[in-house]
């Protein structure tokens, strides 16, 4: 069975600082890998997601996250934030089977402050 | 880009009522819908998968006798919350998958419903 772990429940950083975010995950079988931000009372937007392919990913809003495979991560970086970046962050694994299910990680708060 | 929309934002009832939620594709037909669950400060643990014009799939230790899923059309997914009790507090959220795209697609979610059973 898959699963997701971020190891960080909050990262505080400041205004234009670099970011990363981790994710680890476990599987035994080919993943997709996906990225989700949940701004304060809204749904889950993708930020980026890992098929096949390059193992550098860009995403929206300059986010961009790099599979690694022997490490079992896909951890997401940003090099300058924003204030408007505040948000809950999610990792999520799927194993593509025929309903594509998502499993998600606990989520990361990151709070940007300036 | 693809919009889902949940109905109500939010709702307080009383322990021992039932609450129905909607969840809507706006501009998209959606074969696929997910209800999700979301504790505070937690993960969001998939419920329920819901295809259109057949039974919905429920995750292990989901009771589909107290959660009700319809998805009548390609549009419109409910989630009923039967005979509601404080414990099912919680934050629902709905997702659509877009009609005919691969199983590795995107999901699109709705905003969430938060329901407080007193």
């Known amino acids: 069975a898959q699963s997701v772990t971020q190891l960080d429940s909050q990262v505080p950083v400041f205004e234009e600082a670099p970011v990363e975010l981790r994710c680890n995950y476990s599987s035994s079988v080919s993943v997709y890998l996906f990225w989700y931000v949940q701004y304060p009372n809204q749904g889950l937007q993708l930020l980026l997601k890992?098929?096949?392919?390059?193992?550098l990913v860009k995403g929206i809003n300059g986010f961009e996250a790099e599979f690694n495979k022997s490490q079992t991560s896909f951890h997401l970086r940003k090099p300058s934030v924003h204030i408007s970046d505040t948000a809950e962050y999610f990792c999520?694994?799927?194993?593509?089977?025929?309903?594509?299910?998502?499993?998600f990680g606990k989520g990361t708060k990151l709070s940007v402050k300036p | 880009g693809a919009v889902v929309s949940q109905h109500p934002s939010w709702v307080i009832c009383k322990s021992g009522t039932s609450v129905k939620i909607e969840c809507r594709s706006l501009d998209f037909q959606a074969t696929t819908m997910f209800w999700y669950r979301q504790f505070p400060k937690q993960s969001l643990m998939l419920m329920a998968t819901?295809?259109?014009?057949?039974?919905?799939?429920?995750e292990q230790g989901v009771e589909k006798d107290k959660f009700l899923i319809n998805h009548a059309s390609l549009t419109l997914s409910t989630l009923t919350v039967t005979s509601a009790h404080p414990e099912d507090s919680s934050f629902y959220i709905c997702?659509?998958?877009?009609?005919?795209?691969?199983?590795?697609?995107?999901?699109?979610f709705g905003p969430g419903t938060r329901l407080t059973v007193l």
């Open positions: 997702s659509a998958r877009v009609r005919s795209q691969s199983y590795t697609d995107t999901q699109y």
């Open positions: 999520a694994v799927s194993d593509g089977g025929s309903q594509g299910n998502l499993i």
């Open positions: 890992y098929l096949s392919g390059s193992t």
């Open positions: 819901s295809n259109e014009g057949s039974k919905a799939t429920y």
